[in-house]
């Protein structure tokens, strides 16, 4: 399986980004995929899930309102629409998939390698 973020910069505050991942080598319309986050000195943190049919979506309370997690299955990608930054939204973000979705780490299993997002005060 394997998982490519892109979409990642630099970007002022209250300023927006669009982060795209590209999966390929699992049957993508049957996971759930997730968007997670590490800032420096701080551990792995989840953003937003959305589930294998797009029906459903879920957010950190920290980005509810801002964020938008969306999935093309057609496509084999899935994206966060990332609104109103702010500087502790500063951080490597991961593309992720799961059998089951949720909020936990440990309920995903491949990775894609993080794209940086650096929001300027």
């Known amino acids: 399986v394997q998982l490519v973020e892109s979409g990642g910069g630099l970007v002022q505050h209250g300023g927006s980004v669009r982060l795209s991942c590209a999966a390929s080598?699992?049957?993508?319309?049957?996971?759930?995929m997730g968007w997670f986050r590490q800032a420096p000195g701080k551990e792995r943190e989840f953003v937003a899930a959305?589930?294998?049919?797009?029906?459903?979506?879920y957010y950190a309370d920290s980005v509810k309102g801002r964020f938008t997690i969306s999935r093309d299955n057609a496509k084999n990608t899935v994206s966060l629409q990332m609104n109103s930054l702010k500087p502790e939204d500063t951080a490597v973000y991961y593309c992720t998939t799961s059998a089951s979705g949720g909020i936990r780490l440990d309920e995903y299993d491949y990775w894609g390698q993080g794209t940086q997002v650096t929001v300027s005060s």
């Open positions: 080598g699992r049957t993508f319309r049957s996971y759930a």
């Open positions: 959305i589930s294998w049919s797009g029906c459903s979506t």
